[in-house]
């Protein structure tokens, strides 16, 4: 786990020194779309509670395999800020569940994405009673590598708002993809 740490911070230094490659100013105006597909590193034990993610994923606890596909959509209603959502596709070792997301997120100088969002998840016995609802927050670093094209490496912290199902919030850190239309 630390080398996984260490590697995702290496990458994050590195686009963070690195000069933009491609111009973000046109990817990020009013009226352009966003299409994002994320992976999510962390969480332990706690990540396979909080399953109802939009990211792909892959985890292996203890001979229980757990793993998530899913992507993202946004829309540009200003420059830099775009309302987004995202739905996905988690198994939990057979038993399944659909997972979306809502939010907003917001290019700080066209360069640094913040995201505020909502997700939920359902399905049949993977929560039992319980509807997971989490509220999450995440920081990070917009790398273009083209015009339309870039890579997001950032940290997310998902809160709980369900204490009945959890009341463990969960830290994650995410490398995402973007198209930008």
Same mark, same amino acid.
């Given at each position: 786990?630390?080398?996984?740490?260490?590697?995702?911070?290496?990458?994050?230094?590195?686009?963070?020194?690195?000069?933009?490659?491609?111009?973000?100013?046109?990817?990020?105006?009013?009226?352009?779309?966003?299409?994002?597909?994320?992976?999510? =590193?962390?969480?332990?034990?706690?990540?396979?509670?909080?399953?109802?993610?939009?990211?792909?994923?892959?985890?292996?606890?203890?001979?229980?395999?757990?793993?998530? $596909?899913?992507?993202?959509?946004? +829309? =540009?209603?200003?420059?830099?800020?775009?309302?987004?959502?995202?739905?996905?596709?988690?198994?939990?070792?057979?038993?399944?569940? =659909?997972? +979306?997301?809502?939010?907003?997120?917001?290019?700080?100088?066209?360069?640094?994405?913040?995201?505020?969002?909502?997700?939920?998840?359902?399905?049949?016995?993977?929560?039992?009673?319980?509807?997971?609802?989490?509220?999450? $927050?995440?920081?990070?670093?917009?790398?273009?590598?083209?015009?339309?094209?870039?890579?997001?490496?950032?940290?997310?912290?998902?809160?709980?708002?369900?204490?009945?199902?959890?009341?463990?919030?969960?830290?994650?850190?995410?490398?995402? =993809?973007?198209?930008?239309?």
């Amino acid at each position: 786990m630390k080398k996984l740490f260490l590697a995702a911070f290496a990458v994050f230094a590195f686009a963070s020194v690195s000069a933009q490659d491609g111009d973000s100013s046109s990817a990020l105006t009013k009226g352009s779309w966003l299409v994002e597909a994320n992976t999510g =590193f962390g969480g332990g034990a706690t990540g396979a509670a909080h399953r109802s993610t939009t990211s792909f994923g892959l985890t292996s606890i203890d001979g229980t395999t757990i793993w998530s $596909i899913g992507g993202e959509a946004g +829309y =540009f209603v200003m420059d830099d800020l775009a309302i987004k959502l995202g739905l996905g596709y988690n198994d939990f070792d057979g038993a399944s569940s =659909f997972s +979306y997301k809502l939010g907003a997120k917001y290019y700080i100088a066209s360069q640094f994405p913040v995201q505020l969002d909502f997700t939920g998840a359902s399905g049949d016995d993977v929560f039992g009673d319980e509807s997971p609802l989490w509220l999450g $927050i995440q920081g990070g670093y917009a790398w273009f590598v083209a015009d339309n094209i870039s890579i997001e490496p950032g940290l997310r912290y998902n809160h709980s708002l369900n204490e009945d199902f959890t009341d463990e919030g969960v830290l994650e850190l995410n490398i995402g =993809f973007a198209l930008h239309f």
